[in-house]
C-alpha cells in the first residue's frame, strides 16, 4: 500500500512539511465544506464567513459557528492524527501546516501547528477586540446573540473569513518552511483555497518531493509526485507503519 520510494524519500528527509484540511478531520465526524453533504452544499461561504454576513445577520454566523465548535468539541482525534503526532518523533524535522480550525490535531499530540485560518474556539469583539468568555458560547448555543461585555461589539469567531488576511506570521512560516521542504505531504484539502494551495507549488519549486492522500484526486493531483488514494485515517497509520519497520532492518 506504501510505496518504498515514499519510504526512502522520507528516510533520506530533514525536512517534511505537511498540509492538512478538512479531510482529515472526516473520519472524525466532521463534515469538510466541498464533499458532498460538506459544509458549502447547506450554506454559501458568503452568506456565513465574511464580515459582511456577519454584520447583517449575527445571529445566523454566531449560531453556525457555536454549533461547529460544539461538534468539534464533541469529537475525537482519529488516526490520522495519532499518526501525524507519531510521525513528527519519527524523522528528524516535521512542519504541520493546518487550514482546519478545529485544533484536532494538538488534541492528538501534535505541538506545534501552524493555523493558516486561526481556530473556532476562541470568539473575540469586533470592535474592541476583547476575548470573549466561556459564558457567551452559552448565550450562542441558547440560539441568542452574544454581544461583548465591554463595548457591547458584536463577538465573532477567531476564523479567517473569506476577504481577510491570513495571519501574517503563520504564512511567512508556512512559506518558509515550504521553501525548504525536502518532503510535502498534501493531506485531506481540495487545494482549491490560496494562499493555502500555493504551499505545495512553493515546496516542488524548491525541488521537494509532493506526496498527496486524498479519497479522491484534488487540484493540485496532477502537480504530484506520487498520489496516495485512501481515507488519511487508514494511510496515515499504514505509513508511520511502513515507516517504522523500514527503520528496525
Ligand atoms: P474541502 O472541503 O475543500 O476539501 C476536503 C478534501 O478532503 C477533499 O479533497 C476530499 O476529497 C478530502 N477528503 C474527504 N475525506 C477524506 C478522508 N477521510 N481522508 C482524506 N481525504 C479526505 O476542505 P479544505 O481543502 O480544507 O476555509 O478547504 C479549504 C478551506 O476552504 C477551509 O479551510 C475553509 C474552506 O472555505 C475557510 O473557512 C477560510
Not at 463534515?31 to 458532498?36: E, G, I, L, S, V
Not at 485544533?103 to 476562541?122: D, F, M, P, T
Not at 465573532?156 to 512559506?175: H, I, N, S, T, Y
Not at 498527496?212 to 493531483?221: D, G, R, Y
Amino acid at each position: 500500500m506504501i510505496p518504498r520510494k515514499l519510504i526512502d524519500k522520507l528516510r533520506a528527509s530533514e525536512r517534511i512539511l505537511v498540509l492538512t484540511g478538512a479531510g482529515i478531520s472526516a473520519e472524525s465526524g466532521l463534515a469538510t465544506f466541498r464533499d458532498p453533504g460538506g459544509h458549502w452544499d447547506q450554506y454559501r461561504p458568503e452568506d456565513l464567513a465574511n464580515e459582511e454576513a456577519f454584520r447583517r445577520d449575527p445571529k445566523l454566523v454566531q449560531g453556525w459557528y457555536a454549533a461547529r465548535r460544539k461538534a468539534i468539541l464533541a469529537a475525537l482525534p482519529n488516526p490520522g492524527h495519532l499518526a501525524l503526532a507519531a510521525l513528527s518523533s519519527a524523522v528528524p524535522e516535521l512542519t504541520l501546516v493546518t487550514q482546519n480550525v478545529d485544533r484536532l490535531h494538538q488534541r492528538a499530540g501534535s505541538e506545534k501547528v501552524i493555523e493558516l485560518h486561526g481556530n473556532i474556539h476562541q470568539f473575540y469583539c469586533i470592535e474592541c477586540g476583547l476575548e470573549a468568555p466561556e459564558s457567551a458560547f452559552s448565550v450562542m448555543d441558547a440560539g441568542k446573540v452574544a454581544s461583548c461585555a465591554n463595548c457591547g461589539g458584536l463577538i465573532r469567531p477567531a476564523v479567517v473569513w473569506f476577504g481577510e488576511a491570513l495571519p501574517k506570521q503563520a504564512l511567512d512560516e508556512a512559506w518558509a518552511r515550504a521553501e525548504v521542504a525536502d518532503v510535502l505531504l498534501s493531506i485531506g484539502t481540495s487545494g482549491l483555497v490560496y494562499p493555502a494551495a500555493h504551499l505545495p507549488m512553493v515546496a516542488k519549486r524548491r525541488g521537494a518531493f509532493l506526496v498527496e492522500i486524498n479519497v479522491t484526486p484534488s487540484a493540485l493531483a496532477n502537480e504530484m509526485d506520487l498520489v496516495l488514494g485512501g481515507k488519511a485515517g487508514e494511510v496515515l497509520p499504514a505509513l508511520l507503519a511502513a515507516l517504522q519497520t523500514h527503520k528496525n532492518v
